[in-house]
């Protein structure tokens, strides 16, 4: 299963940008999304993520200015960022919890990531 995400780029302070990612491939089935992000020298660090009822969940930096979203049928997830500011600054990454199966059927739990996308917000 490949995760691809889209959407970054460079922004001035208060304008928007909206992330996407897309899981393909064959046989699975996928438990929670979110969206991770890492800025130069600092931890990877949970901005947002959504379980496959829809609970939401977020960091309390981007609470008010981030929504993320998710169809279950095209397995894609979404993350909405408004009011970006010049912290928002890192490379963002898609995550999932899922399931694939092998060729006898067997279920393999996996977490799995995208590649980064960057987003680079100026002052």
């Known amino acids: 299963v490949q995760l691809q995400a889209s959407g970054g780029g460079l922004v001035q302070a208060g304008g928007s940008l909206r992330l996407s990612c897309a899981a393909s491939?064959?046989?699975?089935?996928?438990?929670?999304m979110g969206w991770y992000r890492q800025a130069p020298g600092k931890q990877r660090e949970l901005v947002a993520d959504?379980?496959?009822?829809?609970?939401?969940n977020y960091a309390t930096s981007v609470q008010g200015r981030f929504t993320i979203s998710r169809d279950n049928v095209k397995n894609t997830v979404s993350l909405q960022m408004n009011s970006l500011k010049p912290e928002d600054t890192a490379v963002y990454y898609c995550?999932?919890?899922?399931?694939?199966?092998?060729?006898?059927?067997?279920?393999?739990?996996?977490?799995?990531w995208g590649l980064g996308t960057q987003v680079t917000v100026s002052s």
């Open positions: 959504i379980t496959s009822g829809g609970r939401t």
């Open positions: 491939g064959s046989r699975f089935s996928i438990n929670a």
């Open positions: 995550n999932a919890d899922l399931i694939w199966y092998d060729h006898l059927g067997t279920p393999v739990a996996e977490n799995g």
